[in-house]
């Protein structure tokens, strides 16, 4: 009768797909799938929508260093079609960045790494729901990461409500609903990861799923509604 996947990220491309070859019901198509598992696409979006998010570059193994150009380090190696925060690694320059391209590409299936400048910042999640475009975000927390080491990112806890929610609500729904015009999203979750720094906020990335840190245990606890 259908077919869905939650909690983590590249499935959600692989089950898209899947329905479109079995006629199956799925909340999004396949290339709206790729847009929202795919940094590379993702990135693009971002910028073609003026979408805030930290500067970056492309990269392959060859490690065009012309590529680097307008991005500030320290810097963060990312997969651009992974997920978990493999192959995620804090990087000082371009020679360590070099150095350790070749980690990061090992967790690529498509080979390309994403060079994204480090921005200083405390880190929320928008958990929300879509129905027919419109939009019932149900909460917003603080998302607290592991710090101070090469690998970063990994979520240790989820803090409710988040303590920028009050000073910064309608600049965080403002651009939640940017986003979701932008990626052209009508139904199912969403999972969004924003970072707010000097610079204000930022768009870390996007997920149109489930969160994968017990959300499906705390978001009914917080929100009253059983997703």
Excluded at 78 to 100: H, M, N
Excluded at 180 to 188: E, I, Y
Aim: proline share 4%; glycine share 8%; hydrophobic share 40%.
């Amino acid at each position: 009768e259908g077919i869905v996947t939650m909690g983590t990220d590249q499935p959600v491309l692989t089950a898209a797909k899947a329905a479109e070859a079995l006629k199956l019901p799925f909340y999004i198509d396949a290339q709206t799938a790729l847009s929202v598992t795919n940094k590379r696409v993702m990135k693009a979006l971002f910028r073609e929508h003026g979408i805030p998010t930290p500067e970056y570059a492309l990269l392959d193994a060859a490690f065009d260093k012309a590529r680097l150009e307008g991005v500030r380090f320290p810097a963060v190696l990312k997969p651009v079609d992974s997920q978990g925060q493999r192959g995620v690694i804090r990087v000082e320059d371009a020679a360590e960045a070099k150095k350790r391209i070749g980690e990061t590409l090992s967790f690529s299936r498509e080979d390309r790494a994403l060079l994204e400048e480090f921005y200083q910042n405390d880190e929320i999640t928008i958990n929300g729901w879509l129905v027919d475009g419109r939009l019932t975000v149900l909460s917003v927390v603080d998302r607290v990461t592991i710090k101070g080491t090469e690998h970063i990112g990994a979520c240790l806890c989820h803090n409710f409500p988040s303590v920028h929610l009050k000073s910064r609500y309608d600049e965080i729904m403002d651009l939640t609903e940017r986003i979701v015009r932008a990626f052209n999203l009508k139904n199912g979750p969403i999972y969004f990861q924003y970072l707010i720094g000097a610079e204000g906020v930022k768009v870390n990335e996007i997920a149109s799923r489930i969160g994968g840190a017990y959300e499906d245990l705390t978001m009914p606890h917080i929100s009253g509604v059983d997703i």
